[in-house]
């Protein structure tokens, strides 16, 4: 078999009964998890001006987009709720073991294309948990093969690291849910394999970076269809002369990890964040939280911060002077200095921190100026440690160490957590009762013949809808 055809096998033969309690919990866990910062990023403007071209386009009424109800094509619906999911940086990160450093991936986006087609295909909750479980599954397995996602093989040469995985994976997921059988799974994936490719600039912070992996899975999902209707691709897409493996990834693609059976549930070792910023920055974002809260630090209190980091986020910010002084949105959520200071501000990091408001805020550029960066090479061995040292203004000092931070899988979140983020995201939009009932329809996912139930329960009661249309 290709890898195409060994993939697609593996796709359509796991069966919900051979999930064990754990992986079940866990999805549940990720679903939750992509609804709440979707809600983040409700009122964005990528979101807004997407929402107003769907409109415009007047798709077949298939799938809801969140928040608003409006019912469009299973397509654009991917395209709007994906935006919501990416805009502020809240997504999951993908890991291969518990003790892993690498990421593989933000896996956590795949699942509003899985609601869209799902939804479509009125999927019960059973199929829509395991197609979540295979998206872990699959996108680790695909990402480990490239060498990880932030130094890996496509990074290295210029791609983004959404180039292969979402088209992919996501013609994989759909054909499930479009009830394909394993050839025209392939043959899906040999079709979106062939497109959608993304060079590095998305990187820019432009409003283009929050489709990175919803237009992937836009492709992914179209190719479906199309190998639905009998189209046919490439099935030796990554090992064939000139595919991905020798052209995308410079023939240092890692096939035999593609071709290994499944070794242990992976999902079980997604990080859920905490604070809506870059992963590698959560550790110093609690540092400085615990901080501020255990010694009831103020903004006008301190003299000076010392943050030590991982060498590769100093260098990152010391060649970048828009993340030194960040003046929107998608530079701040990656700048050490912004997220450092608005966390003694207000001592949380969460969509409302990154405001226009507050990235014009006088008393956060003066504590941006109090900021000293500095690597730390014993660091450097975790995933996002981070040190924070505040000096008062009465030269007290106060320092905090972490390095597994809050929902990292050697300290994941809770239900309680990720059922309190929901709430805290959500909040803003629905009535208590409302929330409840959709935190308890995800909790029994699995007793829900119609996804659709569970997209029903997303719409915002029409007093508190904001978007503009």
Known sequence: MTIAEQLALEAKELNFEELPSEVNDQAKRSLLDSLAIAFGGYLSEP??????????????????????????????????????????DYMDAGFLTKEATVIMGHHGELIAPILAVGERQHSGGEEII?????????????????????????????????????????????????????????NALGIAG???LEPGIL?????????????????GILAAFLAQKGFTGPLDVFEGPRGIAQVVAGGEMDLEKLRQPRKDWTI????????????????????TVNLV?????????????????????????????????????????????????????????????FSDEKLRDPQVRQLINKIVVEP???????????????????EKRYSCRVVHPKGHPMNPMTDADVEAKF?????????????????????????????????????????????KT
């Open 268 to 287: 079980l070792y997604t990080w859920i964040k905490n604070f809506a910023a870059d992963g590698n920055m959560q550790g110093l974002l609690e540092a």
């Open 194 to 196: 062939c497109f959608n």
């Open 130 to 186: 395991t197609t979540i479980v295979l998206a872990y599954e699959l996108s680790n397995k695909l990402f480990d093969s490239l060498g990880g996602r932030t130094h890996g093989i496509l990074s290295k040469r210029g791609w983004t690291t959404e180039t292969v995985g979402p088209p992919c994976i996501m013609a994989l997921l759909a054909g499930r849910l479009l009830g394909l059988d394993t050839e025209q799974m392939a």
């Open 423 to 467: 709430t805290n995201l959500a909040g803003k939009f629905m009535p208590e009762h409302q929330m409840r009932r959709i935190i308890d329809t995800v909790h029994n996912l699995e007793k829900v013949d119609d996804i659709g139930e569970l997209l029903n329960l997303l719409v915002i009661p029409a007093g508190s809808r904001s978007v």
């Open 293 to 353: 809260k255990e010694h009831d630090i103020k903004a006008d209190d301190v003299a000076e911060i010392r943050v030590k980091t991982l060498s590769h986020i100093y260098r990152r910010e010391a060649n970048s002077p828009e993340r030194q002084v960040p003046n929107n949105k998608y530079t701040a959520d990656h700048s050490c200095r912004y997220v450092t200071a608005i966390a003694i501000m207000d001592r949380a990091v969460g969509p409302e921190q």
């Open 47 to 88: 979101s807004r001006i997407i929402q107003s071209v769907i409109r415009e386009l007047n798709g077949p009424a298939e799938s809801t987009i969140f928040g608003t109800g409006l019912k469009t094509s299973c397509l654009y619906a991917t395209l709007a709720n994906g935006t919501m999911v990416h805009y502020f």
């Open 376 to 394: 730390d090479p014993e660091l450097d061995g975790f995933h996002s440690p981070g040190i924070v040292e505040i000096t008062t203004n009465k």
């Open 203 to 219: 990187f820019t912070p432009r409003m283009t970076k929050n489709l990175r992996t919803p237009y992937g899975a836009y492709g």
